[in-house]
C-alpha cells in the first residue's frame, strides 16, 4: 500500500507541475513556449543528473552531501586542463568522468570500510574535496575556456540540444540499472531491510562502493554539462546543492530512509522544482524569496504526505482488526 501511495505521490506532484505551469503562464504567455521549456531543462541538467546518482545512494539508505562540492571540484580541475593542453571536447568528457568516479567511490569506501554514517562521511569530504582543489589549483574561477567546449553545448541532435539528450540517455541508464541489475535489486534491498538483503546474498561492500561511484560519475558528467553551458568553473560554486537535491528527490517520492524510489518521480521532483524557481522570476518575485517559498512549499506537501500516510495506515488497521 505504502508503495502504491509513493506512486500516487510521483503522480500528484506531476499534475501540481501542470497547474502551476498554467497559473505562471496565464500571469505571463511567455513562460508555456516550447523553446522556452527546452532552454529550462537544457539550462538546468546538471540538476537532473546529478539528482540520478543521489537518487540512488538515497534508496540505498545514504546521503551524499558532498554532490555539489564533486561537481565543482571536477568543474575546475577539467577547466584548468582544457587551458593548459590540447585536449579535445571527449577527453575533457572521459577525465571528467573518471575523476566523479574516483571522488565518488572515495566515499563509498569510506561510507563502507569505516561504518560511519554517510551524512558524517559527505560533511567531511565536502570540506576535503574543495579545500584540496583551492590548496593545488591556487584559483578561485577558471575564466576564458577555449570555444570548443561551449561549442560543444550548442550542438542539437534533432533539434534536440545536447544537454537534454544527455539527460535521456543517463535516465534511461539509470533506470536499466536500478530495475534490471542484481547490483539495482541489492540497492532497494539493502535501503529497505539490510539484515534480510544480507541474509539473501547481497554484498552489502561491493554495493555501497558501486552506489557512491555512481553518485560520483554523475557528479562529474553534470561538471561536464555546466562547462559546456557557461564556458568558465568556480570553486565555491554548487554549494547548497546537495540539499536541492534531497528537496527534489524527497517530493519525488524517494524514501529518506531508504528502500524506494524511481526515476520517474526523481524527474517530476527535479521539473517541480525547476519550474518553481524559473516560474518565480517570470512573475517577478524577488530572487531573495525564492528559496523561502520553495521550503514552505516542500513542508507543506511533505505535511500532508505525512498525514495522508498516517490516515491510510490508520484506515487499513482498523480494516484489519
Excluded at 503562464?25 to 516550447?34: A, V
Excluded at 553545448?153 to 544527455?166: D, E, H, K
Excluded at 530495475?179 to 546474498?201: F, L
Amino acid at each position: 500500500m505504502k508503495k502504491k501511495h509513493k506512486i500516487a505521490q510521483e503522480y500528484y506532484l506531476a499534475i501540481i507541475s501542470v497547474l502551476f505551469v498554467l497559473l505562471i503562464s496565464s500571469i505571463n504567455p511567455n513562460f508555456i513556449k516550447i523553446s522556452e521549456l527546452s532552454y529550462l531543462f537544457k539550462s538546468n541538467a546538471v540538476y537532473f543528473i546529478g539528482a540520478f546518482g543521489v537518487l540512488l545512494v538515497m534508496i540505498l539508505g545514504g546521503i551524499d552531501l558532498s554532490i555539489g562540492s564533486m561537481i565543482a571540484s571536477v568543474a575546475v580541475i577539467v577547466a584548468q586542463l582544457l587551458k593548459m593542453y590540447s585536449i579535445n571536447v571527449w577527453q575533457a568528457f572521459i577525465i571528467a568522468c573518471v575523476l566523479g568516479m574516483v571522488l565518488g567511490w572515495i566515499n563509498g569506501m569510506l561510507v563502507s570500510k569505516l561504518n560511519v554514517s554517510s551524512v558524517i562521511i559527505t560533511i567531511a569530504t565536502m570540506t576535503i574535496y574543495r579545500g584540496m582543489i583551492k590548496y593545488f589549483i591556487k584559483k578561485r574561477y577558471i575564466l576564458g575556456l577555449p570555444q570548443k567546449i561551449t561549442s560543444f553545448g550548442r550542438l542539437t541532435i534533432a533539434g534536440i540540444p545536447i544537454q537534454i539528450i544527455f539527460i535521456i540517455i543517463i535516465g534511461l541508464i539509470t533506470y536499466f540499472i536500478l530495475k534490471y541489475t542484481t547490483i539495482g535489486r541489492g540497492i532497494y534491498a539493502i535501503g529497505g531491510n539490510e539484515k534480510q538483503a544480507i541474509r539473501r546474498g547481497y554484498d552489502k561492500h561491493r554495493i555501497t562502493v558501486f552506489t557512491y561511484a555512481y553518485c560520483g560519475l554523475m557528479a562529474g558528467i553534470s561538471a561536464f554539462i555546466h562547462l559546456t553551458l557557461i564556458g568558465e568553473a568556480y570553486i565555491e560554486g554548487y554549494s547548497g546543492y546537495e540539499i536541492t537535491f534531497i528537496i527534489m528527490l524527497v517530493l519525488g517520492g524517494v524514501s529518506i530512509v531508504g528502500g524506494y524510489g524511481s526515476i520517474k518521480g526523481t524527474i517530476f521532483g527535479v521539473i517541480f522544482i525547476i519550474i518553481l524557481k524559473n516560474g518565480f522570476t517570470y512573475i517577478h518575485i524577488s530572487v531573495f524569496l525564492h528559496k523561502i517559498l520553495i521550503a514552505v512549499i516542500f513542508i507543506v506537501l511533505v505535511s500532508y504526505n505525512v498525514r495522508h500516510n498516517k490516515k491510510t495506515d490508520k484506515k487499513q488497521f482498523v480494516e484489519y482488526d
